[in-house]
């Protein structure tokens, strides 16, 4: 997106033929219309049963089960775009994932499922960064933001 809105010209980084790679624009409208078909057309009203215990302990974190959704509104319920503070998190997370990805030239997923699997030590340490990235965002930086 940063290519196609004109990143390059200030940016020899972004300073690529998008038209070139025009099928991950296609990917990702397809995502976007496969998710949409199936949250519309695909998923189950009823819910999923959960042990009570689980409910419990994860009502002590934070996170409620109302009608048995577990699904936190902190960060997934529309008051995190009513408020500037959510909009900028998630402005800037977007930002930096989508910059990361580029600049890294594939995914955190991408090192783990391609590069562990052929045994490769560079994302073999890439993965344990990603890990240790995200205990540190877990335990230290989001009990700081929420």
């Known amino acids: 997106m940063c290519s196609i809105m004109g990143a ?3 940016t020899a980084f972004f300073d690529f033929d998008w038209k070139e790679q025009r099928w991950n624009l296609v990917v990702v409208v397809g995502a976007m219309l496969g998710g949409f ?3 519309h057309f695909m998923s189950s009203p009823s819910n999923v049963d959960i042990n009570p215990k689980t409910i419990a302990q994860l009502a002590q ?3 409620d089960a109302p009608n048995g959704k577990l699904v936190p ?3 997934f319920g529309t008051p ?3 408020s500037p503070k959510g909009i900028l998190i998630l402005l800037i997370g977007g930002i930096l994932i989508g ?3 580029r600049y890294a030239g594939g995914c ?3 090192h783990a499922i391609s590069g562990l ?3 490769q030590v560079p994302s073999l340490k890439a993965v344990i960064g990603f890990f240790i990235g995200g205990l540190i965002m877990a335990y230290f930086i989001f009990p700081l933001i929420f």
């Open 8 to 10: 390059g010209k200030r």
């Open 37 to 39: 078909v199936a949250v």
């Open 73 to 75: 509104d902190a960060l």
């Open 117 to 119: 699997s052929n045994l």
């Open 99 to 101: 910059f990361g990805t």
């Open 61 to 63: 974190l934070g996170i």
């Open 80 to 82: 995190v775009f009513q």
């Open 108 to 110: 955190t997923s991408g």
